[in-house]
């Protein structure tokens, strides 16, 4: 290596750990600079206790699609191989319950009331059977993960174009079930990509996000997602320093100044390499200097999506004796989503429920309301589907986190969604460019956003970024000081 280069990294997401682990493996030298009192930014295992067999949730990132290969690299290099199980997901339990226009069935016998439901929807008839159940699973798994502002054009979506791509198809090998009532779309878009690729950007990213959301190749971390960012940390030499926020950057030709946060006056930092992960949702905020206007213009447009979950720790898993052996329901109302995950540790510790799990506008809902009503929103009306919540005792604890309105996050993830794949790109391309030495990465600057390959991705980029040039500024001449 020609010469060793300093780098000082915002933000101790996992894309900040990831690209300061490969930078130190390039042999340079970096801090990194956390606002928050705590590493793994949305990577977040909530622990109801300290020690290491409390039942935990996660309140950020809990399950890893199987071809998302730059997270699975990280996880066998820091040698978590062993902890990776399968997740069960929303609509992978026969015993979960949906809620339908006849109040709450198990899904195994949704089929029929759904089938109605789209039916009722349909502008005329001549489809046959078939495809009436592909366009009411997709409708129905629609309807479970879209945000309110999306599932009404995503049903104009399915019967306007998706289901004229699929006339003169044979659906039948993909039906699926003992009343074949149920649909493999996993199976179809597999065998017909061109049925995806020739749909409008809009339904492009729903059926990708369909796709890995209700995924049968879903992973967990058992122990906690945290362990990920944790063994990183481990691994890093340079300082992770908490507790400084950065509140304002500086573009110059041979340097950035970093301005931080430390108690109530502020410091300016000559740097000369920087690598800023910080949400464009929060650095928008920020004062910036000397950007060049098409990237305030990125960081001011890029769009948000919300994310809320709330979760209770229970005395016992009363849905095991209900049957329902892990996955997720689907309730609707203002909870949306419900996952039973397995109980790890000591189970007299109790099993944790995430009572709900919303995104979107949606989670703005439940999110925008004080914790202490959101508790009980989501208790009354989960308890419509699971009375045992109500059971004296049964509810031992409970947290939530809503992202749109967290201090360090201020948003779940970026969305692209009605996007084209070429308004996609063009967007990502100038999120990742650097201003001079001053540069970009996370989940915001990636392809794959608002999932942790996404960040991981842009911060290996980043780092090929930063070493593109060498040699150049050498450690031994920089002048660095606070
Ligand atoms: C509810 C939810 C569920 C998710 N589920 C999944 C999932 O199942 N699977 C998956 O792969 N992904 C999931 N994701 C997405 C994944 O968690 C993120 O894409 C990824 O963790 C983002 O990493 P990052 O490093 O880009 O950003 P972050 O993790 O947000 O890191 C940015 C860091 O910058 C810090 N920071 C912010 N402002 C400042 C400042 N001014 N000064 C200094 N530091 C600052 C923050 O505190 C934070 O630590 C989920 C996200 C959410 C919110």
Redesign the pocket.
């Known amino acids: 290596m020609a010469s060793q280069l300093r780098i000082t990294i ?7 750990l990831v690209a300061a682990y490969e930078l130190e493996q390039l042999g340079h030298q970096v801090e990194i ?4 009192s705590r ?5 977040y295992t909530h622990r109801f206790g300290s020690d290491a067999s409390a039942p935990f949730v996660e ?6 699609p199987s071809h ?1 290969r730059n ?1 699975l690299s990280y996880i066998h290099q820091l040698g978590l191989d062993h902890k990776l199980e399968t997740f069960k997901t929303l609509f992978s339990d026969a015993a979960a319950y949906h809620f339908t226009d006849a109040g709450f069935v198990r899904l195994r016998h949704a089929a029929q009331v759904l089938v109605e439901e789209f039916r009722a929807r349909l502008a005329g008839d001549g489809y046959r059977d078939e495809e009436i159940l592909f366009g009411t699973w997709l409708t129905a798994i629609g309807n479970a993960i879209a945000p309110a502002n999306f599932r009404d054009s995503i049903f104009e979506d399915i019967s306007l174009e998706l289901l004229k791509l699929v006339k003169g198809i044979d659906l039948t090998p993909f039906l699926r079930g003992d009343h074949k009532d149920r649909f493999d779309l996993h199976g179809f878009f597999a065998a017909y990509p061109h049925i995806r690729s020739s749909s409008s950007g809009r339904l492009n990213r729903f059926i990708d996000d369909i796709l890995n959301e209700t995924s049968p190749d879903l992973l967990r971390l058992a122990g906690g997602m945290d362990q990920l960012v944790r063994a990183l940390a481990e691994r890093i030499r340079g300082p992770i320093r908490c507790g ?4 304002g950057l500086a573009v110059r030709d041979h340097d950035v100044l970093v301005d931080i946060r430390q108690g109530d006056h502020i410091v300016t930092k000559r740097c000369d390499y920087v690598l800023c ?3 464009f949702s ?1 650095l928008r905020r ?1 004062r910036l200097c000397g950007f060049s206007e098409e990237k305030l213009a990125v960081i001011r447009n890029v769009q948000y999506w919300s ?1 809320t ?1 709330v979760a209770f720790l229970c005395a016992e898993p009363f849905w095991v004796r209900d049957g329902i052996d892990g996955g997720a329901s689907f309730i609707g109302g203002r909870v949306r989503q419900t996952y039973y995950p397995p109980v790890e540790g000591d189970p007299d510790r109790g099993a944790v429920l995430l009572a709900s799990y919303t995104m979107g506008d949606d989670a703005d809902v439940i999110g925008g309301m004080d914790p202490s009503r959101r508790h009980a929103v989501v208790l009354h009306e989960v308890s419509r589907m699971h009375p045992e919540l109500l059971a004296p005792g049964m509810v031992r604890d409970v947290v939530s986190l809503a ?1 749109g309105q967290h201090r ?2 201020c948003g ?2 970026v969305t692209r969604w009605g996007k084209d794949a070429a308004a996609c790109e063009e967007e990502r391309a100038l999120a990742a460019r650097p201003e001079k030495r001053l540069f970009f990465a ?2 915001h600057c990636s392809s794959t956003t ?6 991981i991705e842009s911060a290996i980029h980043a780092v090929r970024e930063i070493t593109r040039d060498e040699p150049r500024t050498p450690v031994a001449v920089a002048r660095h000081h606070m």
């Open positions: 915002i933000g101790a997401g996992v894309a900040g600079l956390e606002g928050s590493i793994g930014g949305r990577i309140l950020g990132a809990m399950r890893i998302h997270t400084h926020e950065v509140v992960t910080i949400p929060l920020l994310a979950k992202w360090w996050s779940g993830g996370g989940e608002a999932w942790m390959e996404g960040a």
